[in-house]
């Protein structure tokens, strides 16, 4: 059964239950990750919208104790703030709806990421800023456009994970996964089209 339809001109832009398909893995150190393939339907259309809707931005990054140019284009939506497409409404709702009883908030800022092809990337990090650098969150992130490769690995060292990522995937970072693992988008060698990140996250938390 589809949770919720959206129409537009094109393609029909809809989201399946969260939880079908939905497989978690514990990364150990109370951290978790949850991975949903093809949780969005039309994620062609949808990213056609918001790669001609959404302001897209370069953007700098406090990094290591310095402040760097990161190698793609963001926008960022504060809490309270109107977002780029009544899709992407949806999805933090239902987001919400599934995460929120386990992590006792909504999610509520979206941040959004183009990486126009191979050479952009986002380089190990994670999400710190805020709340999160001493508290256990919930960020789940949606990827629209070209497959890319997703990596995670532990912050004390270890071996990295590897995930492909694409279009309509649905992928959730939770637990103490932001202070205890780091996770990366590495850049491509080979001939990679564009591809938009959506990124829902509690207030305060970056
Ligand atoms: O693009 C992604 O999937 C990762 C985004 C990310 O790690 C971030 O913006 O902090």
Not at 29 to 55: K, S
Not at 67 to 78: N, S
Not at 174 to 197: D, F, L, V
Request: charged share 25%.
């Amino acid at each position: 059964m589809l949770q919720d339809t959206l129409f537009s001109a094109g393609e029909e832009v809809l989201l399946r239950p969260v939880s079908e398909g939905l497989a978690r893995t514990a990364l150990g150190q109370g951290a978790w990750l949850d991975f949903r393939p093809g949780w969005v339907g039309g994620a062609g259309e949808l990213f056609t919208r918001l790669e001609n809707t959404v302001p897209w931005r370069s953007e700098r990054r406090a990094m290591y104790e310095r402040v760097v140019d990161v190698p793609r284009l963001a926008c960022f939506y504060d809490a309270g703030v109107s977002l780029p497409d009544p899709a992407v409404e949806e999805m933090r709702g239902a987001l919400s709806a599934h995460y929120g009883p386990e992590l006792g908030e909504p999610l509520e800022t979206v941040g959004l990421c183009l990486y126009r092809d191979g050479n952009d990337s986002v380089a190990w990090h994670g999400d710190r800023i805020g709340r999160s650098a001493h508290a256990d969150t919930v960020v789940a992130i949606v990827s629209l456009g070209a497959t890319r490769r997703f990596l995670l690995r532990p912050r004390g060292g270890g071996p990295a994970r590897r995930l492909e990522v694409s279009a309509g995937d649905l992928l959730v970072m939770g637990g103490s996964c932001q202070r205890t693992w780091e996770h990366a988008i590495p850049k491509s060698r080979r001939p990679t089209g564009p591809r938009i990140s959506i990124q829902f996250r509690p207030h305060d938390v970056r």
